[in-house]
């Protein structure tokens, strides 16, 4: 299990149009085979900074994802609407206070 964080960071007068967008496409990523789930933040004090957190089965499922036709229509979408280039990690937890571990 991998985790994916992607840092968005888009055009202020984007913000709204991006996150109406994905209100139409999150099912996507969430329901795509090997996601087990997507969250996206929002930066509370630079609302134009969004965070994308997900979770895969294997750097293979990500990579499935980031080759398909549904990637290949949302990306293309949003990328005008970055101010900054994406930051992205995939990583591997090696703590998680989170979690009931007992």
């Given at each position: 299990m991998i985790t994916r964080i992607v840092k968005l960071e888009f055009n202020v007068d984007k913000v709204d149009d991006?996150?109406?967008?994905?209100d139409t496409v999150k099912h996507v990523v969430n329901e795509f085979p090997g996601c087990h789930g997507m969250k996206l933040y929002q930066d509370t004090n630079k609302p134009w900074i969004i965070i994308t957190y997900s979770h895969w089965e294997s750097q293979e499922h990500l990579n499935d994802y980031r080759n398909s036709e549904e990637f290949g229509s949302i990306w293309p979408k949003i990328k005008p609407w970055f101010s900054n280039k994406p930051e992205a990690w995939s990583v591997s937890a090696y703590f998680n206070g989170f979690e009931?571990?007992?």
């Amino acid at each position: 299990m991998i985790t994916r964080i992607v840092k968005l960071e888009f055009n202020v007068d984007k913000v709204d149009d991006f996150l109406r967008f994905l209100d139409t496409v999150k099912h996507v990523v969430n329901e795509f085979p090997g996601c087990h789930g997507m969250k996206l933040y929002q930066d509370t004090n630079k609302p134009w900074i969004i965070i994308t957190y997900s979770h895969w089965e294997s750097q293979e499922h990500l990579n499935d994802y980031r080759n398909s036709e549904e990637f290949g229509s949302i990306w293309p979408k949003i990328k005008p609407w970055f101010s900054n280039k994406p930051e992205a990690w995939s990583v591997s937890a090696y703590f998680n206070g989170f979690e009931d571990n007992k």
